[in-house]
């Protein structure tokens, strides 16, 4: 294993680190909110007394975006987040390094499977609330989530767009942000997306949305994309 020569906070991103390997090369990383603890198997780092763990792009859309140099990295410390289709946590727990102990991720799935591993790693770190539930009932959760400042979307269903948005219509502040993973296989990246594409972006407009940017994740992920959009309420 490549031994570690710098951990930098990144120029652009809040809660990211850059660390430089003896190889050359370059990863991400975040400050280990729980020192000790991994979540899937990522590579602790100590540098100067502090613990960081390895953010693994092939693992994470957020990690993919942020390294094909998304605008911008729109979770603060603090930040109340919801996150659909959170799986057993592999990106929400970076999510909780970023938000810190006064931050908040209310994390929900449909798959028990998953739930029960997310439960494990929520145990732990204590800013992350698993809720068992379907993305297309928020009403369902609605009495467990407050208000938050931003959605983390990627539950890999058709239909995402008008998903994400009846979430937004009930939890999402006026000019929160939304991260949403979506579909978009195409081979070379300057080539027009597809039409189910297009018509999710259109969705996410037309619910009042205003897309900041879109990122492709090749080499990382080659189905999707990540879009990052701010909400305005009323619009
Ligand atoms: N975002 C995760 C990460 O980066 O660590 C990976 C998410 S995985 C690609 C998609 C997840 O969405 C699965 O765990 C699946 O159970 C969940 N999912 C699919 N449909 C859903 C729905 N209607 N409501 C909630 N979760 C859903």
Excluded at 1 to 22: C, R, T
Excluded at 102 to 121: C, L, N, S, T
Excluded at 130 to 154: C, F, M, S, T, W
Excluded at 163 to 178: P, Q, R, S, T
């Amino acid at each position: 294993m490549s031994a570690v020569v710098s951990v930098k906070p990144h120029e652009k991103y809040f809660g990211v680190y850059v660390v430089e390997l003896d190889d050359g090369t370059v990863r991400l990383a975040t400050k280990n909110l729980v020192p000790g603890h991994r979540v899937y198997g990522e590579r602790l780092i100590k540098y100067e007394g502090v613990e960081y763990r390895e953010w693994n792009a092939f693992r994470s859309k957020l990690a993919a975006a942020l390294i094909n140099g998304l605008t911008e990295q729109p979770i603060s410390q603090g930040d109340i987040v919801l996150y659909l289709g959170v799986a057993s946590g592999t990106t929400a727990s970076h999510i909780s390094d970023i938000v810190g102990p006064k931050g908040r991720i209310y994390g929900v799935d449909v798959a028990p499977r998953v739930m029960r591993e997310f439960i494990v790693v929520a145990d732990v770190r204590k800013n992350l609330f698993p809720i068992l539930g379907d993305a297309r009932k928020p009403q369902e959760y609605r009495h467990v989530v407050e208000a938050v400042n931003g959605i983390y979307a990627d539950i890999a269903q058709p239909e995402q767009a008008s998903i994400v948005a009846d979430n937004a219509d009930m939890f999402l502040k006026d000019g929160g942000y939304l991260l949403l993973a979506i579909k978009a296989r195409s081979i070379d990246v300057t080539k027009e997306p597809s039409e189910i594409y297009k018509r999710e972006i259109n969705t996410l407009r037309e619910r009042g949305f205003e897309i900041v940017d879109v990122v492709h994740l090749e080499p990382y992920d080659k189905d999707h994309a990540m879009i990052y959009a701010r909400y305005r309420r009323n619009k």
